[in-house]
């Protein structure tokens, strides 16, 4: 257990697109100190170097064997997840592991015994589902403010097939494509929100360009325990841009320029070699970050439907729609940055109090379930029933 009042000691694992974004939100929060990063590729760990009073490594292994690492932050590759966080656990660190936990059962089971074993921390960081909104229309929905809830409706339309990409962010087999890097954001929110226990889903999917052969979109019907029911659609194809229905504010927060239709597929071009290079230049760290969001963060639209009112996210709070209209519930700014900043007191409060995650390994292994179940659905054109869910806490 860590030390009441200090600094829990994180190590970075991977310095691409989501380490990236995880330095910055750690380097802002006052319970946390980066003490190592590993990467292997040279720019973004160099940059690191720089910008860091910490130890840099090439590799995990190195990271997970120096006593300064509290707890480690995984945001490594898909296909990497479990091996990683199996080491990390074996070496007794507490785990904050990127979404998806892992791509298969065994692999989820695996890293859930390595955590039991090591009697370390783990949660799985589907930052979404730690968006201040996201945690809000939770706690609405749990106390019964608004009633019974009936259904969650989630919408998502981006240019996230045509971002650079690696080859195995497009093979599916090796956890590319939507179903493994996006849909799972929307099975985390509405699972969140509805209590946790899903009792059966159906999907379609498509792959409408064979140059990225892989799932782009989605429409997604999932049945609760309870009765309530969720329906979840994602596209990724750079036509249509649903942050124009979110006052053109981006995912994590930040205003974006109207009318970018288009513009990832436009600026991507026809070098699909060049894409692995373009990725790290554009996206890991030391490329240029940016000022701090100035909204919350959001995942498209989402929105909750009870019997006493409906509610989605404002630009900056939470939008509750009642029999007396419309009004605006302001929510609290986070230590660091909102949905990452969550993660990181989750992370903390587990270390110094003892308090157990939500996103732990086993609610980590329910959202791989229905993810995995919905490629069954979408393959055997059928509605698939689940076993390992859990319940919200």
Not at 183 to 188: A, C, E, K, L, Y
Not at 274 to 279: M, V
């Amino acid at each position: 257990m860590g030390e009441a009042g200090r600094p829990v000691g994180l190590g970075i694992v991977g310095l691409g697109m989501a380490g990236a974004v995880m330095v910055r939100a750690a380097a802002e929060h006052p319970g946390i100190s980066i003490v190592a990063a590993a990467e292997s590729h040279t720019a973004p760990r160099e940059a690191f170097a720089r910008d860091f009073d910490a130890k840099v490594y090439d590799d995990i292994a190195a990271l997970c064997a120096d006593a300064a690492v509290e707890a480690v932050y995984i945001a490594t590759p898909h296909q990497f997840h479990a091996p990683h966080a199996i080491l990390a656990a074996q070496h007794g660190k507490h785990i904050i592991l990127e979404k998806p936990m892992a791509l298969s059962l065994d692999d989820c089971d695996a890293i859930i015994a390595a955590v039991e074993q090591a009697k370390v921390y783990l949660i799985v960081g589907h930052t979404h589902a730690f968006d201040p909104a996201v945690r809000e229309m939770r706690r609405i929905v749990a106390c019964g403010e608004l009633g019974q809830l009936g259904m969650i409706a989630g919408l998502n339309y981006t240019d996230f097939l045509y971002r650079p990409r690696r080859p195995e962010e497009l093979d599916t087999a090796r956890g590319g494509g939507i179903m493994f890097n996006q849909v799972p954001h929307q099975i985390d929110m509405v699972r969140t929100i509805g209590g946790g226990r899903l009792r059966s889903v159906r999907a379609q999917v498509t792959r409408l360009d064979p140059s990225r052969p892989t799932e782009g979109s989605a429409a997604v019907f999932l049945e609760f325990e309870s009765g309530a029911a969720a329906s979840l659609v994602y596209a990724g194809y750079d036509f249509f841009d649903s942050d124009e229905l979110h006052f053109w504010i981006n995912e994590r927060g930040a205003a974006k320029t109207p009318d970018q239709h288009a513009s990832a597929r436009r600026s991507l071009g026809s070098d699909r070699t060049a894409e692995e290079k373009l990725r790290v230049d554009r996206y890991a760290y030391g490329s240029e970050a940016g000022a701090a969001p100035a909204h919350q963060p959001h995942f498209g639209e989402t929105i909750v439907t009870c019997a006493r009112g409906e509610m989605r996210a404002s630009a900056d709070g939470l939008f509750i729609y009642d029999a007396n209209g419309r009004r605006e519930v302001a929510l609290p700014k986070s230590a660091a940055m909102p949905g990452r900043g969550e993660v990181l007191d989750d992370m903390i409060a587990a270390i110094r109090t003892g308090r157990p995650p939500l996103q732990d390994g086993r609610w980590a292994k329910a959202n791989v379930e229905a993810m995995l179940a919905l490629l069954q659905s979408a393959r055997e054109r059928r509605e698939i029933m689940l076993k390992f869910q859990v319940a919200a806490a």
